[in-house]
T-cell receptor, first 109, second 113 residues
Framework: GENVEQHPSTLSVQEGDSAVIKCTYS??????FPWYKQELGKGPQLIID?????GEKKDQRIAVTLNKTAKHFSLHITETQPEDSAVYFC????????FGSGTKLNVKP | ETGVTQSPTHLIKTRGQQVTLRCSSQ?????VSWYQQALGQGPQFIFQ???????DRGNFPPRFSGLQFPNYSSELNVNALELDDSALYLC????????????FGPGTRLLVL
């Protein structure tokens, strides 16, 4: 089955700095890669996703890049704000979804 | 808000008991998946239902079972509860079996004593 690894497990940045979270996957059949934000006491919320026929996607301060050859994808958050503080999960899917173990992002004001 | 609701929000059971968790999907979403999220971990796939039939299953024993109803509601049943079943249980719905966007509910926090 698919194996998704996510790094780092915790990330602390100053407000206004950029944050980068990286994931690798093992199954070359995976072709959909969503990123979720989970706040305390809530379910994961989709923030951005990318499909395997695209190398990069951007939505305001958030961007995701995908390298299919190397089987890795990354989340980039620019101009971080305290409300970006949460746990972020990557996932890989070819129908069934496999999640990384999460990154706890802390944005210090 | 995702339009996916779950009940109850919290639940306490004792080892050996049975539990039923409920989920209401977005209207028109005929695929629902259930996940178990242990503290500090990512969600683990339990199973998926499409048009009221289980069509995919993760690495969970048969004591985890489910139902999906025509009105876009679904249930997760767990028999013979074990201490390790303590977790956040999430349901997620999407419009089809393929690569459609998946929307999560807020989860049910289950504690097994």
């Amino acid at each position: 089955g698919e194996n998704v690894e996510q790094h780092p497990s915790t990330l602390s940045v100053q407000e206004g700095d950029s944050a980068v979270i990286k994931c690798t996957y093992s199954d070359s059949a995976s072709n959909y890669f969503p990123w979720y934000k989970q706040e305390l006491g809530k379910g994961p919320q989709l923030i951005i996703d990318i499909r395997s026929n695209v190398g990069e996607k951007k939505d305001q301060r958030i961007a995701v890049t995908l390298n299919k050859t190397a089987k890795h994808f990354s989340l980039h958050i620019t101009e971080t704000q305290p409300e970006d503080s949460a746990v972020y999960f990557c996932a890989a899917s070819e129908g069934e979804f496999y999640f990384g173990s999460g990154t706890k992002l802390n944005v210090k004001p | 808000e995702t339009g996916v609701t779950q009940s109850p929000t919290h639940l306490i059971k004792t080892r050996g008991q049975q539990v039923t968790l409920r989920c209401s999907s977005q209207s028109g979403h005929n695929t629902v998946s259930w996940y178990q999220q242990a503290l500090g971990q990512g969600p683990q796939f339990i199973f998926q239902y499409y048009r009221e039939e289980e069509n995919d299953r993760g690495n969970f024993p048969p004591r985890f079972s489910g139902l999906q109803f025509p009105n876009y509601s679904s249930e997760l049943n767990v028999n013979a509860l074990e201490l390790d079943d303590s977790a956040l249980y999430l349901c997620a719905s999407r419009a089809d079996r393929g690569l459609g966007t998946q929307y999560f509910g807020p989860g049910t926090r289950l504690l097994v004593l």
